[in-house]
């Protein structure tokens, strides 16, 4: 099976979409060109790489450079998929959700039921997310919860390059809108990839590691993270359930509060600022429908309530890394 970085998984799968159904189309700041260019047209792929080689193959009214403005990518993109299209519209920052969130939470989430479930609105907003890169506060947040909180729209967040394939696939043959966040730190993290197409249901989450001691349940880049400490930790003979729930709408509680209910214990890891996070949505669904199951207080493992830093030394403080999340798992086990 072939290695594929998450950028070559979202790469090879908008192609692979756009050559099997013609209505599929992408949109957004440079997705034609971008950095780097030598005058061609398709010269980058965007800043961040992961449309290179689609304007060559699929032409200008299918892979579509739009003026910098992200109402007019979400507005566009949404009044495309009423008319028929499938489109994939980036937003080149997650943060920059704030110029376009009415056309986004008050249209495209709304639309099915605003005209009485015979509307499809098949897009898909694909966002890059989070901090690690040092890109200062307006370009490093994680705004996920903030989306996940508007009925209507589906919130897909995948950890590796195996889920970001079958979970794109699956969100652009979704007749509803999806959120799409990809962790620019994860960008180049390699992971197994099978070369033919495949799909992911959303609303089942991944049981990275299996152990009866500690739930541990990460999102996007938190899931390598703790990877790395389940594994630590199970050398000295603590076994923990690290799930990656890979959707946050819909969410797979079943698995979640099955993982509770044998171990007792549960950590959250979320990037995100504590307050009205995915840490604490979990939390709360956890404490009132899985509190009996509980042997000890839940333990949220989160960035602090403040903007993400720019200075490299703030900023490695700020995410939550390893040893916080160690600390967690040896807090709800003492």
Known sequence: MAIKTIR????????????????????????????????????????????RGLFTEFGAARVIDTP??????????????????????????????????????NQAAKFRYMFGGKARTPVVFRMPTGAGMNMGAQHSQTIYPMLTAVPGLKVVCPANAYDAKGLLTTAIRDDDPVVFFEHKALYTRKTEVPDAEYTIPFGEADLVREGDDVTVVAILRMVAFAEKVVDKLAGEGISCDLIDPRTLSPLDEETILASVENTGRLVLVDESPPRCSAAADIAAIVASKGFSSLRAPIQMVTAPHTPVPFARELERAYVPGPDKIEAAIRAVLA
Request: glycine share 16%.
């Open 8 to 51: 070559d998984a979202i790469n090879e799968t908008l192609a692979h979409e756009m050559r099997r159904d013609k209505n599929v189309i992408i949109l957004g700041e440079d997705v034609a060109g971008g950095a780097g260019g030598t005058g061609i047209d398709d010269a980058a792929g965007g800043i961040w790489g992961t449309s």
């Open 68 to 105: 910098i403005s992200e109402s007019a990518i979400a507005g566009a993109a949404a009044g495309a998929a009423l008319a028929g299209l499938r489109p994939v519209a980036e937003i080149m920052f997650a943060d920059f959700v704030g110029v376009c969130l009415d056309q986004i939470y």
